[in-house]
């Protein structure tokens, strides 16, 4: 964060991504890490009470003043929501009904994305598939910021401003760098979204959607929460690109910082990647 610049273009290679010879030659020396893999029972329980513990937030902001609510989004319910967003990521390798039941799986990520506010679980499914196949890869990956902001963003102040607009460079550049058709999973998405937050707008009225919204925002931006962005794919040492992280806000983000063990073997829960 202290340099200017630092360097003037993306790091090029033109090898394959890592994890594919990485997860073979791991199997072939510890066969056994395939009982790890499959469905997580205890995930829809733990998600299930993450959602239903921002429904009752929501009635407990509804009268309270706005700088409440605000304060309660960042310090609560954004943490909350983040999280959420982490399961989804987790839902989204089919971890909690498992690949029989992959419908299941898109059904259940609609529910955990509720106290998000704002429709996402369908469209990320479809892009991070493409994060993994494609991982680094020049207008497939769109978890690689763009030209324009490696080009703008390069002093600490813009830097900082970046961190502030990340989850809109999150949630928009993949309609900028590879846009794909909308289907039917995502219309169903929106409306069970849409519908949902009708129903709180009408018995509490505007502040728990705030609260809601508000929080998926910022503890998508500046927070401390928001570090596994960073940590994950930001390329700290030449020819490394992916990174794990074992600190203690793993506990609270479903283990994403084992982000290494992750991109090796996608279909282990992240409840057992430490295993």
């Known amino acids: 964060m202290g340099k200017t610049g630092g360097r003037g273009d993306f790091e090029w290679v033109y090898t394959d991504q890592p994890h594919t010879s990485r997860r073979k030659e791991i199997l ?15 995930l829809k329980w733990v998600v299930s009470g993450m959602v239903l513990t921002q429904l009752v937030a929501c009635y407990l902001v509804h ?6 609510v605000f304060f ?17 990521h987790d839902i989204s390798h089919n971890v909690a009904f498992g690949n029989k039941r992959a419908k299941w799986n898109r059904w259940f990520a609609m529910w955990a994305n509720l106290p998000i506010g704002l429709p996402y679980s369908a469209s990320f499914k479809k892009y991070h598939i493409d994060h993994h196949r494609y991982l680094g890869g020049d207008q497939l ?24 607009l990340q989850p809109f460079f999150y949630a928009l550049r993949p309609l900028v ?21 009708a129903i709180i707008f009408y018995f509490w009225g505007l502040k728990p959607i705030v609260y809601l919204i508000a929080g998926s925002i910022l503890c998508m931006g500046i927070h401390p929460i928001s570090g596994h962005f960073i940590a994950e794919h930001y390329m ?21 910082g ?4 992750h991109h090796d073997f996608p ?9």
């Not at 990956?141 to 502030?164: Q, S």
């Open 258 to 261: 084992y982000h290494m063990e």
């Open 72 to 88: 309660w989004a960042y310090a609560f319910g954004g943490c909350i929501n983040h999280s959420l967003t982490l399961a989804i």
């Open 236 to 256: 700290f040492l030449k020819g490394h690109e992916t990174y794990s992280y074992y600190g203690s806000l793993n506990l609270i983000t479903f283990n994403v």
């Open 63 to 68: 009268n309270l003043h706005w700088k409440w």
């Open 177 to 197: 760098v590879n846009p794909k058709p909308v289907g039917l999973m995502e219309i169903q998405n929106t409306v069970v979204q849409l519908l949902a937050d």
């Open 141 to 164: 990956d769109v978890d690689i910021p763009t030209d324009l902001e490696g080009w703008f963003f390069w002093t600490p102040a813009r830097k900082v401003l970046w961190l502030f």
């Open 28 to 42: 072939a020396k510890y066969p056994e890490i395939k009982t790890l893999m499959g469905p997580d029972p205890q």
């Open 267 to 275: 279909s282990i829960p992240g409840s057992k990647l430490p295993q």
